[in-house]
């Protein structure tokens, strides 16, 4: 045990320095989703004559989007503590839920935008809707990555076991799923919420 | 280790889901004139991202380590200057070029 002890010591030195690069990649990523929040703040009244978020937000379609993805941040969780404890299957089980779920919030997503372009309010029709497809359109696509990632690690949780870098990789997925439901949390706030009022 | 546990995700899990019913159900219901509406979104929102800062990222104020609390600091005045700079040009803008 007591050689065991300075081991763990450098590998969760290594650890942390590769998680301070982690965060510092999600505040870069932080200040595009910023932007582009500003961006659709300030195009959202432009139009164009054609349809505004009223008529095409779904309350029932985002809150569920909100459920699936606070869901699946919490069994992304569930799967952080199970490797604590080093319960191979209980990772990999609770990975598969978080990647439904998270499947599910992208399939809501994609039926969302097809609907409206569909409707004819696709990304060409107005400012407003270039704004709306792009903000919304880039959280998605990297919920889409989170959920690639999430299958690289279970192949690799699988196939290599809980070995010291698996977590350790394993825990900036995490950082990084658990980003994207902040980001989900300002979409709902400022794209449809205040256009459905 | 503990503070990190099972009880952490929980209690997360609960505020979130308190903060995200509050504003679509009084949206769901239109149970307030859309001034005060946004009002109160804007503030479940800005609890729900502590929330989830706290308990699902595990930000804290004791056992982060510096760097990463100064990178989130840092980002927070970048987003504050960038974006209400930005939103504060534009909607001078606006008003302006409408009058």
């Known amino acids: 045990m007591s050689v065991m002890a300075p081991e763990r010591e450098t590998s969760s030195d290594a650890y942390q320095q590769r998680a301070l690069g982690f965060w510092l990649y999600l505040m870069s990523d932080a200040v595009i989703f910023a932007l582009l929040f500003a961006t659709y703040a300030t195009m959202v009244a432009n139009t164009d004559g054609g349809p505004s978020g009223k008529s095409l937000f779904s309350l029932s379609n985002a809150a569920l989007e909100t459920v699936l993805l606070l869901a699946s941040s919490t069994t992304f969780g569930f799967a952080s503590l199970s490797s604590r404890t080093g319960n191979r299957s209980a990772v990999l089980g609770w990975l598969l839920i978080t990647f439904l779920l998270g499947l599910g919030f992208v399939g809501l997503e994609i039926r969302e935008f097809l609907g409206m372009i569909r409707a004819g309010a696709g990304p060409d029709r107005s400012g407003f809707l270039s704004a709306f497809f792009t903000l919304v359109g880039t959280h998605g696509f990297h919920v889409s990555m989170g959920l690639t990632w999430i299958l690289i690690m279970s192949g690799q949780v699988f196939l290599k076991g809980l070995s010291v870098p698996v977590t350790s990789r394993l825990f900036r997925l995490g950082l990084f799923w658990h980003f994207l439901d902040i980001a989900w949390v300002g979409i709902f706030s400022i794209v449809y919420l205040p256009g459905l009022l | ?99």
């Open chain 2, 1 to 99: 280790m503990e503070r990190h546990g099972l009880r952490s995700y929980l209690v997360g899990f609960a505020l979130a889901v308190i903060l995200t019913a509050i504003p679509f159900a009084l949206v769901a219901m239109h149970a307030l004139p859309p001034s005060r509406l946004v009002i109160v979104i804007a503030v479940a929102a800005i609890l729900q991202v502590l929330v989830h800062l706290r308990f699902f990222l595990h930000l804290d104020l004791t056992t982060t380590p510096r760097e990463n609390l100064l990178a989130v600091a840092f980002t927070a005045i970048l987003l504050f200057i960038m974006v209400g700079g930005s939103l504060w040009i534009m909607v001078d803008l606006h008003s302006r070029m409408s009058l």
